[in-house]
C-alpha cells in the first residue's frame, strides 16, 4: 500500500484550454520535457477551433519545484494565448470525483 501512495505522490493532471494554433502541443510538451517530467498519458482534441489538451504527468525526477513548475506553464500559457493549469492527481481525482 506504501509503494501505491508513494508512485501517486510525484504526479499531476496538466490542462490545457484556448483557441487551436499550430505550436500548442510542442510548446507545453517541451517545456515539461526540459525539466525531466515524464508524460504519462496525453489526450489532445479540437472542437470547432477550441483546442483541449489533458496530461497526466509524473513529477519524480522533476529538476525544479511544483510551484515553479506551475509558474513557468502559465507564463508559456500567457504567451501561447491559452490557459495552461496544473493540479496535483489527487486534488484533481478529489475536485472531479473520478
Given at each position: 500500500m506504501a509503494d501505491s501512495k508513494k508512485s501517486l505522490a510525484g504526479r499531476v493532471v496538466i490542462?490545457?484550454?484556448g483557441s487551436d494554433r499550430s505550436g500548442?502541443?510542442?510548446a507545453?510538451?517541451?517545456?515539461?520535457?526540459?525539466?525531466d517530467a515524464n508524460i504519462l498519458d496525453i489526450?489532445?482534441?479540437i472542437l470547432q477551433g477550441i483546442f483541449t489538451m489533458?496530461?497526466?504527468?509524473?513529477?519524480k525526477d522533476l529538476e525544479t519545484d511544483f510551484p515553479a513548475?506551475?509558474?513557468q506553464l502559465s507564463g508559456l500559457g500567457m504567451h501561447l494565448g491559452v490557459?495552461?493549469?496544473m493540479?496535483?492527481?489527487e486534488v484533481f481525482k478529489y475536485m472531479y470525483r473520478l
Open positions: 490542462t490545457v484550454l500548442i502541443v510542442a507545453v510538451t517541451s517545456a515539461i520535457a526540459e525539466r489526450s489532445q482534441t489533458t496530461m497526466l504527468v509524473d513529477l513548475l506551475q509558474k490557459q495552461i493549469q493540479q496535483r492527481e
